[in-house]
């Protein structure tokens, strides 16, 4: 079975802060993760995904996200935060068979100027 | 080339009635999802059509719920008679492939039951 933790249901930053949030997975296999981000009124957005590879996965808008299978954490980030980030953001794993997709709760990101 | 479409946008019903959610995925891809955000919930896993045949219909919550994909093209999701925990947004999704890394999402629909 897989699963996605997301702490922290809502997280404020200041304009220019750093921005991190949290993410864990638990998957019985290799996963595929993914950060998506979904703007007021707007659908979800791909922001960047994890397959195989280079474990720091770099996405759009300046945002990146690390694979650490020892921590089982697909933390995202972004050194410095713009009012425009202000959405929410969803972690998700992939099932195995590619069917679903196992989703966090969500996290509500509001930029502060 | 355009995104998933969903209608609509918002839905306020009362318990016991009947409601029909429709989505467009992007053409040509023969794989379309349907997923459901409870309030404060995380987003869940309803069903998966291939074209026009159930792949996985194992996260529909009871038998008040009928999906179809007619023609492989446009699905339809209808709640029959509606109750009020089916309030939540509905997303639908589309891939091209089976195994393709990326779900494209709508913007949902909004439904409230009162």
């Known amino acids: 079975a897989q699963s996605v933790t997301q702490l922290g249901s809502h997280v404020s930053v200041s304009e220019g802060a750093l921005v991190l949030l949290r993410c864990n997975y638990s998957?019985?296999?290799?996963?595929?993760l993914f950060w998506y981000v979904q703007y007021p009124n707007q659908g979800l957005q791909l922001l960047l995904k994890y397959t195989t590879g280079a474990t720091l996965v770099k996405g759009i808008n300046g945002f990146e996200a690390e694979f650490k299978k020892s921590e089982t954490s697909f933390h995202l980030t972004k050194p410095s935060a713009h009012m425009s980030d202000a959405a929410e953001y969803f972690c998700a794993v992939r099932s195995n068979t590619g069917n679903q997709f196992y989703f966090g709760t969500g996290t509500s990101l509001t930029v502060i100027p | 080339e355009a995104g998933v479409t969903q209608f609509p946008s918002h839905s306020v019903i009362e318990k016991g009635q009947t409601v029909t959610l429709r989505c467009d995925p992007i053409?040509?891809?023969?794989?379309l999802y349907w997923y459901r955000r409870v309030m404060g919930k995380e987003i869940k896993f309803l069903l998966h059509f291939v074209k026009e045949s159930k792949q996985d219909e194992s996260g529909m919550p009871n038998n008040r719920f009928l999906a179809e994909r007619t023609g492989g093209t446009y699905s339809t999701l209808k709640v029959q008679p509606a109750e009020l925990e089916d309030s939540g947004v509905y997303f639908c999704?589309?891939?091209?492939?089976?195994?393709?890394?990326?779900?494209?999402f709508g913007p949902g629909t909004r439904l409230t039951v009162t």
């Open positions: 999704a589309s891939s091209q492939n089976r195994g393709s890394h990326e779900q494209y």
């Open positions: 998957s019985s296999v290799p996963p595929y």
């Open positions: 053409s040509g891809h023969d794989n």
